[in-house]
C-alpha cells in the first residue's frame, strides 16, 4: 500500500512561488504515475500536472509555462513547483499514485493572496 504525504503549502502573494512536495513511502521509481490535483472551495477536483514513469508530463492549460512537475528518485519525492501564483490557484492541492490502485496524500493547502 502507498502511502503519500504532502507538505509545503501556505500563504503566497500574487505573483510569488511555492514548492510543494510529496513524499512516498515506497520507491518511486515504482510508481507508474504521479499528478497533483486540485480542489477550490466549492469546485471539483481538477488535474493540474502529471507525470508518467517514463518521464512526460503533462499540465493543465490554466499552469502550463508556471508549474513545473518533477521527482527525485533518491528522495522517493514528487514535486511541483508552482511560479507566478494567481489568487485563483487558492486551493488544497493533492498528491496522487497509481500503482496497482490509486493512493492519495492528505493535501496541502494553498492559499494566493492579491
Known amino acids: 500500500q502507498v502511502q503519500l504525504v504532502e507538505s509545503g503549502g501556505g500563504l503566497v502573494q500574487a505573483g510569488g512561488s511555492l514548492r510543494l512536495s510529496c513524499a512516498a513511502s515506497?520507491?518511486?521509481?515504482?510508481?507508474?504515475?504521479m499528478a497533483w490535483y486540485r480542489q477550490a472551495p466549492g469546485k471539483q477536483r481538477e488535474v493540474v500536472a502529471a507525470l508518467a514513469s517514463g518521464g512526460s508530463t503533462n499540465y493543465a492549460d490554466s499552469v502550463k509555462g508556471r508549474f513545473t512537475i518533477s521527482r527525485d528518485n533518491a528522495k522517493n519525492t514528487l514535486y511541483l513547483q508552482m511560479n507566478s501564483l494567481k489568487p485563483e490557484g487558492t486551493a488544497v492541492y493533492y498528491c496522487?499514485?497509481?500503482?496497482?490502485?490509486?493512493?492519495w496524500g492528505q493535501g496541502t493547502q494553498v492559499t494566493g493572496s492579491s
Open positions: 496522487c499514485g497509481i500503482r496497482m490502485g490509486a493512493a
Open positions: 515506497v520507491s518511486i521509481s515504482s510508481i507508474n504515475f
